[in-house]
């Protein structure tokens, strides 16, 4: 089991006066299996997300990001069991009642779905759905202040004909357009917190790119933290572009390694980590690939806690340990080689 304290996320954090937006620790999440005991998928483990700070959550499929960052915004998927903690403005998330979570979303932490079609409704016309928005959170006091800031918001990220798509409905714009006017939904109540949950994956490879780079403007205007899902290395580098920007590394239901994205992505110390950024998409390959990672490393379930080994990196304590015995394995070798010359 990973220890919780040191599973805390403090790893490439920002200076200490700056407030974490949401602080979750020794989270675990499981599923009641069919006939037998419960299948853990998120196992003991924290995370504390700072304003205007990128943290992405990296691993293959099935690693647990999405059941992670939906638990530790009290959003867990039916049927889940969740223990731990995870507070959110002195207000532990994980034992909020569902109506103060309702309101909680949508204004103060905002979500950017996958597929914007899953957030949009398609019979109704975007400006209206920003406005709903909007109306329902308070963040206006009328209609007209409303139609005004959706307006602003859709210029906001970019959309450059702001009155013709506030009146389209979302099947006549294209789909980066409504991934766009989904952040522009996300970021309208000016939320501390911003999950975005693989956004550019269901896009053209330009238009992914343009939206992540949206996404980081973004957070660099309204100091929102961001909570990224990805798996695939070369959007994480994109998106955790600021120095104090982190990536934490997800295998099977644990945080791995956890650290400044630059020092993460390029001088990566867990073989999990090292095997993603292997099998990273290149030019010649199909984007988004999945990672090729061996069955030894991800049916492992012992990693021991994280460690930090430099300021700004922490990893598992076992490769830290098998490194070290490698060394020394390596040190005596040519120490009797070096005899028996
Ligand atoms: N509602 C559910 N009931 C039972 N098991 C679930 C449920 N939701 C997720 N799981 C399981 O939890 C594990 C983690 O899933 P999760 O969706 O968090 O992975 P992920 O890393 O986000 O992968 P992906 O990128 O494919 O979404 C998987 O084994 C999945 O099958």
């Not at 990893?315 to 015995?325: C, G, P, R």
Request: glycine content about 8%; charged content about 25%.
């Amino acid at each position: 089991m990973n220890d919780p304290l040191l599973a805390l996320g403090t790893a490439g954090s920002l200076p200490a006066d700056v407030p974490l937006a949401l602080d979750a620790t020794d989270v675990t999440v499981s599923f009641a299996g069919h006939g037998r005991s419960a299948r853990t998928v998120v196992d003991h483990i924290g995370l504390g997300l700072e304003r205007s700070q990128v943290t992405v959550l990296l691993g293959e499929s099935g690693s647990g990001k999405t059941v992670f960052a939906r638990s530790i915004t009290g959003m867990a998927p039916h049927g889940a069991t969740v223990t731990g903690r995870s507070l959110f403005d002195g207000r532990d998330l994980l034992r909020t009642a569902a109506s103060t979570l309702r309101q909680v979303h949508g204004s103060r932490i905002g979500s950017v779905p996958q597929d914007p079609n899953a957030s949009l409704d398609p019979m109704r016309r975007i400006g209206s759905q920003i406005m709903e928005t909007l109306l329902q959170h308070r963040a206006v006091a009328d209609r007209r202040s409303a139609r005004l800031r959706a307006l602003e918001l859709l210029d906001l990220v970019e959309i450059r004909d702001p009155d013709r798509v506030f009146r389209c409905y979302p099947h006549e714009v294209s789909g980066g357009m409504r991934q766009r006017i989904a952040i522009a939904i996300a970021v309208s109540c000016d939320p501390e917190l911003v999950v975005a949950d693989e956004p550019s994956s269901a896009l053209d490879a330009s238009v992914g790119v343009r939206i992540v780079e949206l996404l980081d403007g973004l957070r660099t205007r309204l100091g929102t933290a961001i909570l990224f899902i990805t798996h695939d290395i070369g959007i994480a580098a994109r998106i955790a572009s600021a120095d104090h920007d982190r990536v934490a590394v997800m295998l099977s239901g644990r945080i791995v390694e956890l650290g400044r994205a630059s020092s993460v992505l390029t001088r990566p110390l867990h073989p999990y980590t090292r095997a993603l950024i292997d099998a990273e998409p290149s030019a010649d390959v199909e984007r988004g690939r999945l990672a090729v990672v061996s069955d030894e490393l991800r049916t492992r379930r012992e990693w021991g806690p994280l460690v930090e080994v430099e300021p700004g990196h922490a990893v598992s304590s076992s490769v830290l340990e098998e490194t070290s015995t490698r060394s020394a394995r390596t040190g005596s070798a040519a120490a009797t080689e070096g005899g028996a010359s």
